[in-house]
């Protein structure tokens, strides 16, 4: 296994490279989170249906992550390497997707749409998260990671730019039911690009690590197999794996059934919030969340490497929890702010809860799972995000319409009530003995 090797410290360029591609994936995310359920609005859907119409990220990602993930682990090309395939084939169908977007004529095509956009994103998203944790030495997970989430920070960042800019070339027009403006199409144009672009750039820029021999034995069994064995094979790996993982991953569990329950609603009925609340279109409510978002990721990249320090001092637990609690008091503070300007200061503290959210957790499982299966435990990690997705979209569109009112304030409040629920449980995540490897 990986841990009879001992892995060269890499420089900060190395692990800067390593991690570009992430930019290029988060872009796509950014637009998902910002500009697709605008389309929708544009399309005819009402704000009750977007939790539904959104289920294909849930879905794709609890399908598609953990098979990629545990087929990932039996894979290895001396020229193409064990993770690098994977990601390559998820941007190249991300960067096709994300040009087709915004020709949606209807609503049921935009919809399919963000289904094949979905299943690139997560084919390339665990493989990537596993690559880190194959590469780098258990010191360095911390700052990996980190690394991770400033390029969350900055694809997101990029991504929210070219909405605003391309609003502000074109202006914004009288708004028709069933037409896109064209300052969409253009942002997604520019995250076509850049998914396909990035990831090359990491590809050409990392070499993996070859596995050792027990490692090469495994992978070789697994190439003997039937394709009906083949096939199976994921499925039977998650199912064993998931029944001894550490009892730290179920905590986890708990941290991201609130967590990411609560960050859907928000990308979900932001724009809403802002037409009920600033009174504007939907083109105008577009590009104030863009702002927001902008506002928040900005403030990722800025504190995502400065997470590492106060990690290590105080563990990674209790900044985890501070920070969730930071993000709840956000979305208790937007609703009732009616400047759009003020509505950025409250997203300061949503980017320190984003930043701890796409780094903190990952390093703290990459320290316990073994190294034969991160690739599988990243993919569980992953479902353990998609699952509540999910929960939300089948629960939450029944949720507004009758006991919240159809209001797109007390949707956002209640969001704010899940991430306290989430910084709460985030307490609770200390391993026990035989699962610490390192202070989390």
């Not at 040009?99 to 979905?118: C, N, Q, R």
């Not at 030495?137 to 990671?145: E, I, M, P, R, V």
């Not at 730019?161 to 896109?180: H, N, P, R």
């Not at 501070?322 to 009616?338: D, E």
């Amino acid at each position: 296994m990986f841990k009879n090797i001992k892995k060269p410290k890499l420089s900060f360029w190395q692990i800067w490279n390593m991690n570009v591609g992430f930019l290029g994936i988060q872009f796509s995310f950014g637009l998902q989170q910002s500009a697709v359920n605008p389309i929708f609005l544009y399309l005819g859907a009402t704000e009750d249906l977007l939790p539904i119409l959104n289920i294909a990220g849930p879905v794709t990602g609890l399908i598609v992550q953990p098979i990629i993930g545990a087929i990932s682990d039996k894979t290895w090309s001396p020229k193409f390497g064990r993770r690098k395939p994977f990601f390559l084939i998820g941007a190249i169908i991300g960067s096709l997707c994300l040009f087709a977007f915004p020709f949606s004529p209807v609503l049921w095509v935009a919809v399919l749409m963000l289904w094949i956009l979905d299943i690139g994103n997560n084919m390339a998203m665990e493989p990537y998260r596993a690559l880190i944790g194959d590469k780098l030495q258990k010191k360095q997970l911390s700052f990996g990671y980190q690394m991770q989430s400033l390029f969350v920070g900055a694809g997101t960042l990029i991504a929210m730019i070219s909405i605003i800019y391309f609003q502000d070339i074109f202006g914004l027009v009288e708004e028709e039911a069933g037409t896109i403006p064209k300052w969409l199409y253009y942002a997604f144009f520019v995250g076509a690009i850049l998914s396909i672009t990035t990831v090359l750039w990491s590809i050409s820029k990392t070499k993996e690590i070859p596995p050792t021999e027990e490692e090469m034995e495994e992978i070789n069994q697994f190439r003997k197999l039937s394709l009906k064995d083949k096939f199976k094979q994921p499925f039977v790996e998650i199912a064993q794996t998931v029944k001894t993982m550490p009892k730290f991953m179920w905590k986890i569990a708990g941290v991201y059934l609130f967590q990411w329950y609560a960050l859907f609603v928000y990308w979900q009925y932001i724009v809403p919030l802002l037409k009920n609340t600033l009174n504007f279109s939907i083109g105008e409510a577009t590009s104030q969340a863009a702002k927001m978002s902008l506002t928040y990721n900005s403030v990722t990249m800025i504190v995502a490497l400065a997470l590492v320090p106060l990690t290590l001092k105080f563990g990674g637990r209790k900044i985890y929890a501070a920070s969730l609690v930071g993000t709840a008091v956000a979305l208790f503070i937007i609703p009732f702010v009616n400047d759009p300007i003020l509505l950025l200061v409250p997203m300061t503290l949503f980017g320190i809860g984003w930043a701890a959210m796409m780094g903190i957790p990952y390093t703290m499982v990459s320290k316990i799972v073994p190294q034969n299966k991160r690739g599988i435990y990243m993919g569980i990690l992953n479902m353990m995000i998609v699952i509540p997705m999910g929960i939300e979209t089948v629960t939450f569109g029944p949720i507004y319409k009758y006991l919240l009112g159809g209001n797109a304030i007390n949707a956002i409040l209640f969001g704010g009530v899940f991430f306290a629920i989430a910084a709460f449980l985030a307490l609770r995540l200390k391993p026990s003995v035989s699962e610490s490897v390192t202070e989390l």
